[in-house]
């Protein structure tokens, strides 16, 4: 869960979503069919942001996989 808990409405001015994605990554990852702002973004549509940076990077694209975090990830997105 690391940082965020879990919160769909988690803002900074570094990372957003549940998922704590990376602003820049954010605009990266997005398809059309998500917001550009993700404070805006539904559960499913901050989840397959996230699945979409996972696929590149699997579990390293986020700050939690050095601590565990990304165990979370395991019951969340199947």
């Not at 919160?7 to 990376?22: E, K």
């Not at 998500?34 to 397959?48: C, D, F, I, S």
């Amino acid at each position: 869960m690391c940082e965020t808990g879990l919160d769909w409405h988690f803002a900074n001015s570094s990372y957003v979503t549940a998922f704590g994605i990376y602003r820049p990554a954010w605009a990266s990852f997005r398809s059309s069919h998500e917001p550009a702002v993700p404070e805006q973004a539904t559960p499913q549509q901050q989840l397959a942001v996230a699945r979409a940076i996972w696929r590149r990077y699997g579990f390293s694209g986020w700050g939690c996989y050095t601590h565990g975090g990304y165990l979370y990830w395991l019951r969340v997105a199947p």
